[in-house]
């Protein structure tokens, strides 16, 4: 099982509604908003207000107030603050299956099936600026709004927005087949997973970049250069994230000492974790628990 659920492995609603909304807001400065993970469910973002960049497999989405995204099932993503900028996000994440039909419709057949299946692909970026996206952006809001207050009937709303949400895609022709895109960009993907779940696995312990290019069966400047064509970051610079972002969820949660902090979450020297601490966060490890530490 993974330490820092890289494959999320958390259940959104419950077996009979699968589905949950999440409201992600600016709480500490930062580089990331949220890591890069996967998950088996889809995810649609809606940017409320502020700005952010999202990461879907290889393309990067630059997300502005009131536009949206998609995100497939299965793929890598992660989320990036516009520096000095606050920002508020919604992201509505849901097992596909809601949507099926246990007798192969014409709907299953046509439309859920395919989408379950991979076999269509969404786009992954939602402007306004066609009328089919400003229905498409407004059915979204709906469904938000309607698990947010958990107004009467609201699971038969939202499962109706969902699939008011999809009509507007197929309807509109920008569902597209998934032959047209590169394999060798899935294939680019499967092997940076491969990499992160060893990250993840291993941030408490001494981690080498020779010993990652070997997963790979590549030498080190050629994994390193790969490394960051997708992930933007240097494999070094990767792992420490991964490890302050661990030492945030100590902080928050325990009272023990900095320097034991640091030291399980795989910093071998104190003063080399606060100094990456301090430029990743914008602030020391004691200055974020005296502002997250609730006051007696």
């Known amino acids: 099982m993974n330490k820092d659920n890289l494959l999320e492995e958390r259940v959104h609603g419950d077996a009979e509604f699968p589905l949950g909304v999440y409201q992600v807001a600016e709480r500490y400065g930062g580089e990331m908003i949220f890591n890069y993970h996967w998950h088996h469910e889809m995810e649609l973002l809606y940017m409320k207000d502020g700005e952010a960049e999202i990461q879907i497999g290889s393309d990067r989405v630059r997300l502005f107030a009131g536009e949206a ?36 419709d014409a709907v299953q057949r046509r439309y859920i099936g395919p989408l379950q299946e991979r076999r269509l692909v969404p786009p992954l970026h939602f402007r306004g600026t066609e009328p089919w996206e400003n229905r ?58 491969r ?12 981690i080498r970049v020779p010993e990652l290019a070997a997963l790979l069966n590549m030498s080190e400047g050629h994994f390193c250069r790969f490394f960051k064509s ?38 071998d020297s104190p003063s080399y974790f606060i100094k990456t601490f301090k430029r990743l966060k914008h602030c020391t490890p004691s200055e974020f628990r005296g502002r997250n530490t609730p006051s007696s």
Do not use: W
């Open 69 to 104: 995204a998609m995100i497939p099932s299965g793929e890598l993503h992660a989320a990036f603050p516009s520096e000095g900028r606050p920002f508020c996000m919604y992201a509505a994440v849901f097992d596909p299956v809601l949507l099926s039909s246990s007798t192969g």
């Open 230 to 267: 997708v992930v933007r970051k240097t494999p070094v610079e990767y792992i420490n994230s991964v490890r302050v972002d661990q030492a945030v969820k100590r902080l928050e949660r325990s009272d023990r000492k900095i320097i034991d902090i640091a030291l399980e979450v795989g910093f």
């Open 136 to 193: 498409l952006i407004g059915h979204l809001r709906d469904l938000i709004e309607r698990y947010m207050n958990r107004t009467p009937a609201y699971e038969l709303r939202i499962k109706a927005d969902l699939y008011l949400i999809f009509s507007e895609l197929f309807e509109g022709g920008t569902m597209v087949s998934a032959e047209p895109y590169e394999p060798s960009d899935h294939g680019k993907i499967d092997r940076v997973k």
């Open 195 to 206: 990499v992160l779940r060893h990250i993840h696995d291993h941030y408490d312990t001494e």
